[in-house]
Every structure is written in C-alpha cells, then in structure tokens.
C-alpha cells in the first residue's frame, strides 16, 4: 500500500536555526515525491518535487530510497516559512491519485 | 498565471440538503480532482477524472458523491444529501499529467449544520 508519513504535526524553531520536516514513504515501485506548502489563508502550492532536484525558498529535499525518506531541509529559517508543509507522493503505481501525509506545522519564531 | 479556481467559497448547508461546488481547473489541463481536508486533518483525495470519467475514487466518495463535467470547462462535485460529517475544505486540482504537479485552487468550505 501506498503511505506517506509525517511524524512530526507541530515542529517550531528559531529564525535562522536550521529546519527538517521529515517525510518517510511506503511504496512499490519508483516513487515521484513532492513538497506542498500552504501558507496562511492560501491555496495549497507546490513547494518542491524531488525529480526537479532544485531548492526552492532556500528549501532543498532528497529523496533517500533507502531509507524510504524525503525529507525537506532549510539551513537558515526565516520567519515567512511558517506554513503547514505536506509531503505528497505520486507515481505510475498510485493509480491517478497523489497521497498526501498529514502535514506538519512549522512556526519560525523570531 | 493561470490558476484553479473554485466557487463557492464558503457554503452552509443543512444535513440532507444536496450541494454542488463547482471548480474550473487550467485550461489546458486533463486530470481533475477533488480533495478533501476535515478541520485539523490531513488532505484526503477523493476522486480524479480523466477523459470525461472518473479514473480513481475512494472509500469517501460513495453513492451520495458524484463528478460531472457539463460543458469542458466546470469540474462539479455534487454531494446528494448532506452529513454532519462533510463539513470540509474542498480542495479542485488539475495537472497536465497523472504524475505531474497538482494546481490546487482555494478551496471550498463546507459547513453542515
């Protein structure tokens, strides 16, 4: 079955600290994972995706198929990242649907 | 840029009554879905459409649910006879392809009183 996890639901830092948000995956096949961010009272938007290999806003993600992770990394948080982030996974053996995780809640306090 | 975009943006219903949220994906986009989000939840898919029917569904979308897209631009998703239960942000997407980015648009809030 096709799973995405997100263990952490609230995950708080200090502007400047570094950030992970931890993704972890279940699935059969090669897997196309993505970030999601949803700022505050905005649509949900496509943060990053792992074939694209780019960082986006400073956040960079690499997908470890040993580990079955995909997690998303930024060195230096600031405070507009505060966002609700979810990891998405998709894939020719996800039918025509995506899975999403929970989503984790990240407040950059300054 | 193009986007997705949704109407109502907020509908309270009473629980029984049928609703229709309609959406209107990217013009040059050929998969359509709706998602879901419950208050505090994760995002839920619901169904995708594909080629003027629906591709994939779950557990969700039962018999009160249904899709349609009437004229080649509205993507509308109809609930039959509300519940308490589906009070929800309803989340339209589309992409150009089964694996590609999803454009989600606002959102929908359901309210079922």
């Known amino acids: 079955a096709q799973r995405v996890t997100q263990p952490e639901k609230l995950l708080s830092v200090f502007k400047g600290a570094p950030v992970e948000l931890k993704c972890n995956y279940s699935y059969s096949g090669s897997p196309e994972l993505f970030w999601y961010v949803q700022y505050s009272r905005q649509r949900l938007q496509l943060l990053l995706r792992h074939i694209s290999r780019e960082s986006i806003k400073g956040f960079t993600a690499d997908l470890n198929k040993g580990e079955t992770s995909f997690h998303l990394k930024k060195p230096f948080a600031q405070e507009e990242d505060s966002a609700m982030y979810y990891c998405?996974?998709?894939?020719?053996?996800?039918?025509?649907?995506?899975?999403f995780g929970t989503g984790t809640s990240l407040t950059v306090i300054p | 840029e193009p986007e997705v975009t949704q109407t109502p943006s907020h509908q309270v219903t009473q629980m029984g009554q049928e609703v229709i949220l309609r959406c209107v994906p990217i013009s040059n986009h050929l998969y359509f879905y709706w998602y879901r989000q419950i208050l505090g939840q994760k995002v839920e898919f619901l169904v995708s459409?594909?080629?003027?029917?629906?591709?994939?569904k779950s557990e969700i979308f039962d018999d009160q649910f249904s899709v349609e897209r009437p004229d080649g631009s509205n993507f509308t998703l109809k609930i039959r006879s509300t519940k308490l239960e589906d009070s929800a942000m309803y989340f339209c997407?589309?992409?150009?392809?089964?694996?590609?980015?999803?454009?989600f648009g606002e959102g929908s809030r359901l309210t079922v009183l």
């Open positions: 997407a589309s992409s150009q392809t089964n694996t590609g980015e999803l454009f």
């Open positions: 459409f594909y080629n003027n029917e629906i591709s994939e």
């Open positions: 998405a996974l998709g894939g020719p053996n996800t039918g025509n649907q995506f899975y």
